[in-house]
């Protein structure tokens, strides 16, 4: 017995490599059954333009119910999915989820909620025909004037030979819009920055959060505020939470912001009822943290 307990102890803590493939095996399993009884679904975070007030814009997150072990984060099942070539498929579907959410808001509501889709940079160097049969859809669905925004991430645009500029041409032609996600994180260079065909710069939580506290990173922020607005790019920050980070960021000019303060990823009907139902000049109520769900 005391060898028994001995022995789960020990796979407690690490789990044998036996262990972890037969856990991956199966998440891979259970991703093809996910795209197959559709276990996916869209939340959609709101975007505030920091001047106004005013949300006109959200990032669709893909969330995962899985029926036996429950909610299974993102960045848990993203690199599998990228791994086994299953995101190709996933991201078919929050592509045209979300090219469907924004046009049907736009019928219901009267306004255009631009949403973000994320990309990883498998996606979009393996997105082939698939690209087409996208735009063809925003063109039945009139979404050709921005109503979709691509968000990629950095270490996309240092492979220099995969034509990612081009490409990038490419979504403007087709009225698709591009973020660059989580800027600050990997290689960072606002002098390569202008080659790109980029509209929105996500300043990384990772800056926000010691906004308050930290003046380098208040420093970094405002340099990357003012180069990014001078190469013609407006600024999202990533992960506000607080009131102060807020008016630190407006103060310094930053053009959006996202995160807990205003409001954390919220299902189709909670960001109807709280963003587009209801007098659309009023500014969003931030969460308070003790009436947050
Ligand atoms: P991301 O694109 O950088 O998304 C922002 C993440 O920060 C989201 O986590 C969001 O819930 C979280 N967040 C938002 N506001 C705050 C805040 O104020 N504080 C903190 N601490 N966190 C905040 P989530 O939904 O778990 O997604 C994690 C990552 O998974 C995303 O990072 C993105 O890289 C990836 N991901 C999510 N959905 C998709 C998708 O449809 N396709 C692909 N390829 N990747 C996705
Ligand atoms: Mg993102
Ligand atoms: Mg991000
Ligand atoms: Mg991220």
Known sequence: AAKEQGRNRFNYFTPSMQEQAKYRMRLIQDLRIAIE???FNLVYQPI????????HKAEALLRWHHPERGYISPTEFIPVAEDTGLIMEIGSWVFEHAARQCRDWHHEFGTTIQLSVNKSPVQFRDEGENFERWVALLEELELTHGGICIEITEGLLLDASSGVA???LTYRDAGIQVSLDDFGTGYSSLAYLKKFDIDYLKIDQSF???LENDASDRTLCEAIIVMAQKLGMKVIAEGVE??????????MGCDYAQ??????PV?????ETRFLKGDPNQAPQPDKPETRK
């Not at 299902?267 to 960001?271: A, I, K, P, V």
């Open 48 to 55: 505030v333009h920091l001047q106004s007030g005013k949300v």
């Open 208 to 210: 926000t959060r010691n």
């Open 242 to 251: 607080t009131a102060k980070q807020q008016e630190i960021l407006k103060a």
């Open 267 to 271: 299902s189709r009907e909670e960001f």
């Open 166 to 168: 081009e490409k990038l």
């Open 259 to 264: 995160g807990y303060l205003y409001s954390a």
């Open 37 to 39: 009884h559709q276990q």
